[in-house]
């Protein structure tokens, strides 16, 4: 998901909307402009120049001439974003609020902008933006996890379980819907519902539940079961960190110090790390059991700087300046 609106003030009603961002219809010079100044958006939002990234977008937007469609609603979403980054909370909140008057079902507008509400400590229109997110799209699984976590790390954990209570009534009988159930169920700690829903969508061919059942059993205790279903995960999903860390962190349990190293540095090289923190700590870990205490010490040096409040590691780093 993606971000923003139209360079307009105020509340945008749609018919504002369809003439700020109007598109589609132009010749194909504004087309071929268009899609330029989307790219050196695109660019700029990469680099971390977000305003020059939001100019690059409204121009984009701005070679719109008679109709909306999905590529102007694709840049209104980047936009969005780079105003966040910039620093502008509210004209991104705009341009949500823009995509939802032009479309009252965009479930996807209504999340991004809860999410924004929710880190402006906005909660009450947080929790009515998700709410009409799920009801726009009830049978989106995805949706449901996201809001489950956003509002757990928010503090609001009984809201956050209503959502996943809510994603395990979804009907569906795909590979993917026992896939996703069984992750809701072991979220909500259920284990044995969880572990019900994932064989079956193991049965079914669900790659997805492969890792998601290794991870029911891993908590339930059986790491030998789990580090054989992470083993057979990553044999096809080599770009999943979070997998190549949690077999990373079993094989370093299990004493196989190089095996261990292997897949959490593939997991650390990987584009999109949740955990580097600990991934790191678990690298640095392998170093020392295996005797490589001058590699520790390289990798720790960086570590501590990074992350200055682990006490505990800057107390390990004096040690390993002795060896």
Excluded: W
């Amino acid at each position: 998901m993606k971000l923003q609106k139209i360079k307009i003030d105020g509340m945008l009603a749609a018919g504002i909307l369809l003439a700020g961002m109007a598109a589609g219809c132009g010749n194909s010079k504004n087309k071929e402009d268009q899609e330029a100044y989307r790219q050196i958006g695109i660019n700029n939002l990469e680099q971390g120049k977000y305003d020059d990234a939001v100019d690059a977008f409204q121009k984009a937007l701005d070679q719109s001439l008679a109709t909306i469609g999905a590529e102007e609603l694709d840049i209104c979403y980047y936009k969005a974003q780079a105003q966040y980054m910039a620093g502008d909370t509210k004209g991104a909140l705009e341009t949500y609020t823009a995509l939802i008057d032009y479309d009252k079902k965009n479930a996807d507008a209504y999340y991004l902008r809860g999410s924004l509400y929710l880190l402006e400590g906005e909660d009450k229109k947080a929790l009515a933006d998700y709410a009409s997110a799920v009801e726009n799209d009830d049978a989106n699984y995805d949706l449901y996890i996201q809001a489950y976590s956003d509002l757990t790390d928010a503090g609001f954990s009984d809201e956050a379980k209503q959502y996943l209570e809510d994603a395990v009534q979804v009907s569906g009988k795909d590979a993917q819907d026992y896939a996703m159930r069984g992750k809701a169920y072991a979220l909500l700690g259920e284990y044995d519902k969880a572990a019900e829903q994932l064989d079956k969508a193991v049965e079914l061919k669900s790659d997805d539940a492969i890792l998601y059942r290794a991870q029911v059993y891993e908590a339930a205790g059986d790491s030998d079961k789990a580090q054989s279903l992470y083993e057979e995960y990553v044999k096809t999903n080599e770009d999943n960190p979070a997998a190549l860390g949690s077999l990373g962190s079993m094989l370093l349990e299990a004493g196989k110090y190089e095996d261990a190293l292997n897949y959490i540095q593939t997991a650390l090289a990987s584009e999109d790390v949740e955990d580097e923190q600990n991934l790191r700590r678990n690298e640095i870990l392998a170093y020392e059991y295996k005797g490589d205490f001058a590699s520790a010490k390289e990798k720790m040096a960086s570590y501590v700087e990074d992350y200055p409040e682990d006490e505990t590691a800057a107390r390990e780093y004096q040690f390993l300046q002795t060896r």
